[in-house]
């Protein structure tokens, strides 16, 4: 039970990014592409990233410092 409701989490929470995406792209197509407004593109990625390295925990295919290790990996290809 534990398990279910942690993806239900999840996918709230994907489902609350997918509304963040939706809102960036009026914004983008209103007042055409910033700086900033790539920079909240490339951050929500991460933010997807994470959620499905988190799901991989949920369903104990990965361990904890691999989780750790997975996002601290995803972050650094995002500051190269």
Known sequence: MGAGLALAWIVQNV?????VFMRLKLY???YLLTQDRVYVAVFLCL???GYGFLVLRVLNRIG????????????C???I
Do not use: S
């Open 15 to 19: 489902i609350l990014v997918a509304g």
């Open 47 to 49: 933010v997807l990233a």
């Open 28 to 30: 983008v197509d209103a």
């Open 77 to 79: 290809v995002l500051f």
């Open 64 to 75: 904890l410092l691999d989780l750790f290790r997975l996002n601290m990996a995803a972050v």
